[in-house]
């Protein structure tokens, strides 16, 4: 059993960043991928960005070259750097760990405003 807990949404203006963090407890998520999805309204949640186990990482198409993922086993923390935001970025953000069944966050809200 994976506990999750999203921390660093927040409202920001076009062109900013924000850094969101993903903290696990319970088991260990070494050699589990992590990643991030979003939601926004009216609209079906979608794959942001991948890490596997190896630091193997997959983006989006609209956020490629903007945001990175990366992962600290160590603090069993995944994170993910978004720069150059878009209002086409706010969502609900949600940190995905796929253990079976895969654990989910309870999401952190991302505003951007124009």
């Known amino acids: 059993q994976v506990q999750l807990v999203e921390s660093g949404g927040g409202l920001v203006q076009a062109g900013g960043s924000l850094r969101l963090s993903c903290a696990a407890s319970g088991s260990t998520v070494r050699n589990n991928a992590m990643g991030w999805h979003r939601q926004a309204p009216g609209k079906q949640r979608e794959l942001v960005a991948v890490?596997?186990?190896?630091?193997?990482?997959n983006y989006a198409d609209s956020v490629k070259g903007r945001f990175t993922i990366s992962r600290d086993n160590a603090k069993k923390t995944v994170y993910l750097q978004m720069n150059s935001l878009k209002p086409e970025d706010t969502a609900v953000y949600y940190c995905?760990?796929?253990?079976?069944?895969?654990?989910w966050g309870q999401g952190t809200q991302v505003t951007v405003s124009s």
């Open positions: 890490i596997n186990s190896f630091g193997t990482t």
């Open positions: 995905l760990v796929t253990t079976i069944p895969p654990s």
